[in-house]
């Protein structure tokens, strides 16, 4: 069979799985399983029989709608790759724009009163935007916490080495002896309702932590909890920025309305309502 045929194949396969993008998902795995580059598969790939046995057991997993990055072992983020697996939420695309405003934000404090800027990373994760954070801006302090166990063993391995002062804990009573001193916090939340269930895509739904989804009728009970966080944490004048659902783009912001000023939501790559940033004032 040519690589161009266990390509179609492996796309119909994904297809019949109603997995989202089935071409691009068949061509990463077989870019995975050969090392050979996407642009260069249908050209210079040769897939022995050991290669197929895998990638045929690599497809039927990404059928049965496993994540693409838990099959791989890895999600790229911004300028970092990251190590996931099952246990740990999936950094999504749309993070980037909400990890960009915070480094953004801390480079905003380095610049204008030369000194690190501190940023505080909420419901960590991965620790994707931490490892974000020090990556573009290695003057930054960051400290992270992350609740999930399961989580919190991804996020050990992915800040190893890199000064994230990392916890696991809830975010609720997170970093006390950082009361007020705090420049940037982000987080991306759990913000779906209870009730949504049925909505959400199979690869989250079965796939991501529990707690990394799910939160209240309204989906915005954590969002609560970060709203008093981030007024504990943050100096006069810092910023907080949070991400929340596409349909939260009017009672998220409302979340911070009645205290803070520069009250904004902002828009993700698809012109949809996708994370609140607020000041201290």
């Known amino acids: ?20 993008s089935p071409r691009h998902d068949a061509e990463v795995l077989l870019s995975h399983v050969t090392g050979t580059p996407r642009a260069l598969l249908t ?23 496993v994540p693409l ?7 790229g983020f911004r300028y970092v790759d990251l190590e996931v697996g099952p246990g740990v939420f999936v950094p999504r695309p749309e993070t980037e724009l909400l990890a960009g405003w915070a480094i953004d934000a801390a480079r905003a404090v380095l610049t204008g009163e030369d000194r690190p800027p501190v940023v505080v990373e909420l419901c960590a994760g991965s620790g994707a935007i931490s490892l974000s954070m020090v990556h573009e801006l290695p003057e930054s302090r960051v400290h992270a916490v992350e609740l999930d166990e399961g989580a919190f063993a991804w996020a050990l391995r992915n800040l190893d080495g890199t000064g994230v002062d990392l916890r696991r804990g809830d975010m609720g009573d997170a970093f006390p002896e950082l009361d007020g001193t705090v420049d940037v916090v982000v987080v991306n939340p759990p913000y779906i309702p209870l009730d949504a269930w049925e909505s959400v895509a199979p690869e ?3 796939h991501d932590p529990q707690l990394a989804l799910w939160s209240g009728d309204d989906g915005l009970d954590a ?3 970060v709203e008093q966080v981030a007024w504990r944490l943050l100096r006069s004048g810092g910023v907080v ?3 929340h659902a596409d ?15 520069e009250v904004r939501d902002h828009l993700d790559l698809a012109d949809r309502p996708r994370f609140v940033t607020a000041r201290r004032p």
């Not at 069979?1 to 989202?20: H, K, N, Y």
């Not at 990055?69 to 999600?75: K, M, R």
């Not at 349909?247 to 000023?261: H, I, K, L, Y």
């Open 204 to 206: 989250a739904r079965d």
């Open 1 to 20: 069979m040519s690589t161009r045929r266990l390509l179609e194949d492996a796309a119909a396969r994904l297809e019949e799985g109603g997995v989202g």
């Open 247 to 261: 349909a939260q783009g009017e009672s998220a912001p409302a979340v911070f309305t009645p205290r803070w000023a």
């Open 69 to 75: 990055q838990h099959i791989t072992g890895s999600a």
């Open 241 to 243: 920025g949070a991400e």
């Open 43 to 65: 050209l210079t790939a040769r897939v022995d029989d050991v290669q197929r046995r895998t990638y045929l057991e690599m497809i039927d997993a990404r059928a049965r709608r």
């Open 223 to 225: 969002m609560r909890v």
